[in-house]
């Protein structure tokens, strides 16, 4: 085929897409590339899947380090049995593995009891680790899983092909914040951090609306607006955005005189398993008699994760079996 007629084709399928019409049909199961309900045929009305449901991502930590640390037959092996375990983990938990790329897997779950599954499912994965440490000798492996909930908008991407590379032309697409959201918190999922930040000491300008002159001047809150000594901490990204020259000086914006200026840093690591709030709250509100409920073991996270506006919780939960 001409590169000239190559282009044309794909600006009819791009017209294709962009003139047929799109419907998304509410369901309550998790929808597979063989299900009817998803279809991209040229001329056809597109259809697509939406479900409310949890999303589940697990990510190894370090896979990069982890290669370059240990032997590629050993992280083989290593990888190949992780991976495994997960799609075991996902089936017996009631979770459909739905994209596996690199050291990344996507879990979803059908809506009906969806918080208990995804939260054992984590918990079963966070076991799992522990599993295969006690097995492999000389190095820590470790994951982060994050989940949440929401609404996922499903749609089926690709190009029909003959023979064995037919499937591996064609995939799902889950679009929607409960994805994105808990790929997010799978990025920090058991990992370390280090935040700088900037203790200053200056003259701060306070205004005080509730200023009254007739009022004793010593009340803690009955003072006027000004120019007043105090410490405050800024983050590299606000101490930078401060920073102005002025004559030859460099001064902060909001502060009229700088007295000291001191670097700190501030060291984080997020718990094995988080989850988002909604997804804790349901768990909790569907099993309160639980251990991890009643004990307890669940915590927020006081760091803030870029693009959550919501509370998240984490834990280092596992299962306590009988031995």
Known sequence: ?????????????????ENTGFTFNPKTYVPGLDDTNLTYGNGEEKKGIEINTCVLF????????????????????????????????????????????????????????????????????????????????????KCGIGVDYGKLSVMKVGIQKRGAENDDNKGLVWVGDPANLASRLTDCANKKFTDTYYSIKG????????????????????????????????????????????????????????YSIEKKEQKWKYSNILLSNIVYQEYASACPRNKDITEKYWKKESRKIKDIDYDVWGGNIVWGLNK
């Not at 084709?9 to 294709?16: F, G, R």
């Not at 075991?88 to 979770?95: D, F, V």
């Not at 701060?204 to 003072?223: I, K, T």
């Not at 000594?229 to 930078?240: G, I, N, P, R, V």
């Open 203 to 258: 003259e701060f300008y306070e205004f005080n609306p509730f200023y009254h002159a007739s009022l004793p001047s010593n009340l803690g809150f009955n003072r006027p607006s000004g120019y007043y000594t105090k410490t405050k901490e800024y983050t590299a990204e606000k101490f930078a955005s401060e920073i102005k020259l002025s004559q030859n000086i460099l001064e902060l914006s909001s502060c009229r005189k700088v």
């Open 1 to 17: 085929m001409a590169r000239e007629d190559f282009f044309n084709k794909i600006n009819s399928i791009i017209s294709d897409w």
């Open 58 to 141: 697990v990510d190894i930590r370090d896979s990069v380090q982890l290669t370059k640390d240990k032997q590629i037959r050993t992280m083989g092996k290593i990888y190949s049995v992780f991976t495994h375990c997960v799609l075991l983990a996902a089936q017996y938990e009631g979770g459909n593995v739905r994209n596996i790329i690199g050291d990344r897997v996507m879990v979803v779950f059908p809506q009906k009891d969806c918080f208990r599954k995804a939260v054992y499912c984590a918990i079963t994965i966070n076991h799992i680790t522990f599993m295969i440490n006690k097995k492999f000798d000389n190095f820590e492996f």
